[in-house]
């Protein structure tokens, strides 16, 4: 059965975005961005938001066909247009790029899903990722922790009362020192 994984990149005080949606922080270098496509190349779909995925559609689709966005980026903007896309909006008409617009999160329908043949799921974006977590649909968070401390902005994991036990899967450092964190469920 494919896996649902939740994958973000935060800062060392746990944040995902600053003040003003800023990430301009993100240290994704060559070498960071080549693993991330290594990473997603294999998966089965993204599941995002209406946000995350408008932000990607306004960027990827065309991203390969600008010479300086050769290597990774031209790389991943192939990857992010073949990849089936899962974009759950109460508000969003149409999406192109092989995306499929979902209205609400039915705990069925996301099992219905990962029992389908394919790879892994990627689940993006904060918000969709806690409707995820509030019914128990995750089963890896993949945490990407740069160096760097921002004070304040959204965090990777809103307020909640439940608590999930996790097993560290793997870990790995990168040039840059940002360090990625592997869990499952335990």
């Given at each position: 059965?494919?896996?649902?994984?939740?994958?973000?990149?935060?800062?060392l005080?746990g944040f995902?975005?600053?003040?003003?949606q800023?990430?301009?922080?993100?240290?994704?270098d060559?070498?960071?961005?080549?693993?991330?496509?290594?990473?997603?190349?294999?998966?089965?779909?993204?599941?995002?938001?209406?946000?995350v995925h408008?932000?990607?559609?306004?960027f990827?689709p065309?991203?390969?066909?600008?010479p300086?966005?050769a290597?990774?980026?031209?790389?991943f903007?192939v990857?992010?247009?073949n990849?089936?896309?899962?974009?759950?909006?109460?508000?969003?008409?149409r999406?192109?790029?092989n995306?499929t617009?979902?209205?609400?999160?039915v705990?069925?329908?996301?099992?219905?899903?990962?029992?389908?043949?394919?790879g892994?799921?990627?689940?993006g974006g904060?918000?969709?990722?806690a409707?995820?977590?509030?019914l128990?649909?995750?089963d890896?968070?993949?945490?990407y922790?740069?160096p760097?401390?921002i004070?304040?902005?959204?965090?990777?994991?809103?307020?909640?009362?439940t608590?999930?036990?996790?097993?560290?899967a793997?870990?790995?450092?990168?040039?840059?020192?940002?360090?990625?964190?592997r869990?499952?469920?335990?």
């Amino acid at each position: 059965m494919r896996k649902i994984i939740y994958s973000m990149s935060v800062s060392l005080d746990g944040f995902f975005e600053g003040p003003d949606q800023d990430i301009s922080w993100h240290l994704v270098d060559e070498e960071l961005h080549r693993y991330f496509n290594e990473r997603i190349a294999g998966m089965g779909g993204f599941l995002h938001g209406r946000v995350v995925h408008e932000l990607m559609a306004d960027f990827w689709p065309t991203a390969d066909q600008d010479p300086a966005n050769a290597g990774p980026m031209a790389d991943f903007a192939v990857i992010w247009r073949n990849m089936p896309k899962y974009v759950y909006s109460r508000t969003l008409e149409r999406a192109d790029w092989n995306t499929t617009i979902v209205r609400e999160v039915v705990p069925e329908e996301v099992r219905a899903l990962k029992e389908q043949p394919g790879g892994d799921l990627g689940l993006g974006g904060a918000d969709l990722a806690a409707s995820f977590a509030a019914l128990d649909l995750i089963d890896e968070y993949w945490v990407y922790v740069h160096p760097v401390l921002i004070g304040r902005g959204r965090s990777m994991f809103p307020s909640t009362d439940t608590r999930t036990a996790l097993r560290l899967a793997g870990t790995r450092t990168f040039g840059s020192g940002v360090v990625e964190l592997r869990y499952e469920r335990a």
